[in-house]
């Protein structure tokens, strides 16, 4: 619950500081790297049978041209499950993404919208019969809204497909990008 509230701050804190700049001068640019944390909630697939969750992540990105980029994701989860195998216990789960990223153009100089197709694993345990680790194809939407030229606050909505067993996952986050030009 404490990361909820941490993550409702943070994108409101987001959401002020945006309005207040008239115009924000960034968007994703060719040769930048990416650092962003946030946090998010994690809906697992009913044939689970383990609680939803709040989840911090950390990610790591390069924009290849002011279109395209690449992105990896790190995500830590602790839940609890309900399936008989696991009897109720505590489930300790890591979650990577592997992600291609479209920009479209900015909107107004602040919203950057983007498109999201890449491939991950999750890994739980325990996990009932279900493999420990398990390879997911992901999709999704994303918002950037530009602070400044190296600020960001993004917000994102996935689709996390796991090929073992096809159970779909969503995943919904928040967090602070900050662009870093190589050149």
Known sequence: MKKLHTLAILASLGLASISSFSSAFAASRANTMTFSAGGGYYYFAQKRSIDNTALPFIGLGYNITDRWGIEGILATMSTKSHSPEDDGSHVNGTLFLLDGLYHFPVYRDVV????ILGVGGLGLDPNGTDARNEGNINAGLGLNLWADKVVG????????????GGKNDVMLDAGVTFLLDLC
Do not use: G, L, Q, S
């Open 112 to 115: 950057e919208p983007y498109v």
């Open 153 to 164: 606050f993004r917000f994102e909505a996935r689709d996390i497909y796991t090929i073992v």
